[in-house]
Structure formats: C-alpha cells, structure tokens
C-alpha cells in the first residue's frame, strides 16, 4: 500500500459525458501528479500541482482539468469524453516539487467509455 | 531530445534462470534514475533511485546498477511472483521549470515455474 488513494477504482460511462476522479496524496506529500496509461502505452503524465498551484504541465487535453485543494487532495475532471479516453488514470504523490524526489503511484482508476 | 529505451519489450525466463533488463537513456544531465514494478492493472510500485554512475541498489533478488548511459535491472534466480512489467524512468537536470518524469515502455517479464 502506496499510502495514496483514489476513487473511484473503475468507472463506466457514455461517449460526451464529464467524470471526476479524485485523488488523497500520502500524508505529508505535497505534489499530486496525474498519469494515464492506455493498453498497450506507456504512462503519459499529464499535470503536476504542487501545494495547490499547478507546476507542470505535460500531454494534458483541453477537455481535461485538474486542481488541488487546500487539504492537498486532488481531482482530474474529464469531459466531452471519447471512446479513446478509455485508459487507466493514475494518481501519484511526492513530498517536493522535484520529481527527483521519488513519487508513488495510486492504484489507479479504471475508465471504461462506452 | 531526453529519451529512455528499454530493452526487451517482453522476457520470459524459466525459475530460476538469472537475467538482466536493460535501460538505455539520452538526457542532457542525470538528475535520477528510477524503476518501478506494475502488475497488470495496478500502480507502480517504486523498487529503486539511482542518482549516479557506478551506484548500485539491492532488494531481495533485484540488483540495479547504473552507467553513464545505461541502467540494468538484474533478476537473480527469478520466481513466478517477479512476473511483472519492469518500468524505468529518468529525471533530466535540464528540465527546468517542466520537471516531469521521462518514462520507458517497459519490460514485460514473465516467469514460468
């Protein structure tokens, strides 16, 4: 157990509808990191916040958003959904800013459009 | 531009039969290099940080050990329960304000009692 959690672990939803997908870092970490991974792809980050601002940015969609919030959880709002969408979206947490510093991966949540 | 390679995309070694996976990257300044364990379905599970060359990590029968381009993940006398894919990934110092993993595809391995 990584000490990260997210909600829901698999979710099933239609072509053009709007997910979110939430994320409890480790105590004490203060970086939220958003990955996702498709069959058969590797894990593509897409956003980093660091104490509640947004530090990095990587293959994120216009569609998608994500914040983090005074308590240090973090959410990652999926809308206008397409079948490609389909992947699992993990949640990862470290104690800096610097990605040197190790981070941990959630168990994911599994997205399934249909 | 940074890149990680990771070599072979899929191994499947009989219990027992000792290999290594291998790691290439192409950064402008090694900041860390780091493996990780996915099962199929989970979340990575972090094995090892590797911060220069010539440093070497141990954990139960995973070795990691680092070059100037390359990092190897030795599995000694391999069991069933180390089937897994074996994720690497790099941290460039250049990155600058974008400081974000560079991560491989993976080796698949698979090992049959």
């Known amino acids: 157990d990584s000490g990260v959690t997210q909600t829901p672990k698999h979710l099933i939803t239609a072509t053009g509808q709007r997910v979110t997908l939430r994320c409890s870092p480790r105590?004490?970490?203060?970086?939220v990191y958003w990955y996702q991974q498709s069959l058969d792809q590797g894990l593509q980050f897409l956003i980093q916040?660091?104490?509640?601002?947004?530090?990095a940015k990587g293959n994120i969609l216009e569609r998608f958003s994500a914040q983090q919030f005074p308590d240090l959880h973090s959410e990652l709002n999926l809308s206008s959904l397409e079948l490609g969408d389909s992947a699992l979206y993990f949640c990862?947490?470290?104690?800096?800013?610097?990605?040197?510093?190790?981070?941990?991966f959630g168990e994911g949540s599994w997205l399934t459009v249909v | 531009e940074d890149q990680v390679t990771q070599s072979p995309e899929a191994l499947r070694l009989q219990e027992g039969e000792s290999s290594s996976l291998n790691c290439s990257y192409t950064v402008s300044g090694l900041r860390g290099l780091f493996w990780y364990r996915q099962d199929p379905g989970k979340g990575p599970e972090f094995l090892f940080t590797l911060y220069s060359a010539g440093e070497e990590k141990e954990k139960e029968r995973l070795k990691a050990t680092l070059t100037k381009k390359e990092s190897f993940l030795h599995i000694t006398a391999p069991k069933p329960e180390d089937s897994a894919t074996y994720l690497c990934a790099v941290q460039s110092y250049n990155a600058g304000n974008n400081r974000k993993l560079i991560w491989g595809l993976g080796t698949s391995l698979a090992v049959n009692p």
């Open positions: 916040y660091y104490n509640g601002e947004e530090r």
């Open positions: 105590s004490g970490d203060l970086s």
């Open positions: 990862a947490s470290s104690v800096t800013s610097d990605s040197g510093n190790t981070i941990y």
